[in-house]
C-alpha cells in the first residue's frame, strides 16, 4: 500500500502543478514562485538563445566565477 | 505569513499612500485605468527598443494606476458595473501593448523564434482572461490556473530589470497554456456537473 502511495506522490504533485487551484500567498504558491525565480535566473541565457542576454554568464556561472 | 504575502503586506505601504492622496484628490477611478493603460504604452516603447530597465520603472508606475483604481473606486463609493468593465478591456490593451513592444524588438533583430514565441504567450495570455469570462457565464466561478495578469506582470518585471526577458517569455508561455486548459476542463467537470444534477 505505501509502494502505491510513494509511486502515486510525484503524480499527484505534477497533477496539482499544473492543474492549479491555489489561492496567492499559500506555501504551494511560494513554491511555484521560487521554481518559477530558478528557472529564469539560474538557466544561462545562451541555452534559450535569449536575444538580449545571450553571451551573459548565468546566475549559476556568475557564483561559480566568483568562487574561484 | 508566507514569503508572498509578507512582499504584499510590504508594498502596499507606499500604495496606500497613494490610494488616500487619489481619494482626497477625488480622481475618478476610470481615470486612473486609462492613464495605467497609457503609460504601459509608453513602457512598450522602452521594451521595443530594448531599454529594458527603463520599462521596467514605467511599468512599475503603470501598474500601481492599474492596481488602485478598484481600491480607490471603493473608497470614493464609485464602483459600477462599467467601471470593471472598462477595467478589464483596457487591462487586456495593456498586456497587448507589453506583447507588441517585444514583437517588434525581436522583429527587428531578425529573431523570427522569439517573435513566435512572444506572439502565442500572448495569444494565450489573451485567451486566459477570455476563458475565465466565458465560462463565468456558464459557471459561478472559473479561478483556477497559475498565470493571472498579476503574476504576467510581476514577469515582466523581474525579465525587464534582470534582462532575462527570454526565460520570462517561456514561462508566461507554458503556464498561460496550462492556465487556459485548467479552466476548460474546470467549466467541463462543473457543467458535467450540473448537468447530472438536473437528470438526478
Redesign the interface.
Known sequence: MSAARALTLPARVLWHA????YE????Q??L??IA??A???L?P?AW??????SG?PGLIELLLRLIR | ?????AI?ALCMFPLRLIIDGCVALRIHPNVLTFVGVLINVVAAWYLAT?R?VTAGFIMIVANIFDFIDGKVATQLGAVSKFGGFWDSVIDRFSDLALFIGLIY??AE?G?T??VMVTAIASTFALMTSYTRARAESLITRCK???MER?ERIV?FM??AF???????L??ILV?SI??VA?RI?HTWIELRREERAVRA
Open positions: 499544473f492543474f492549479w487551484t496567492r500567498a499559500t506555501w504558491y511560494d511555484m514562485v518559477i525565480l528557472f529564469v535566473w538557466t541565457p534559450l538563445g535569449d536575444p538580449m542576454a551573459q | 505569513m508566507t514569503f508572498t504575502g504584499g530594448g529594458f524588438l525581436y533583430r529573431r523564434d522569439y483556477v490556473g497559475f498579476p514577469l523581474i525579465g534582470t534582462n532575462r526577458m527570454a526565460a520570462v517561456w514561462v503556464l496550462f492556465t485548467d476542463i
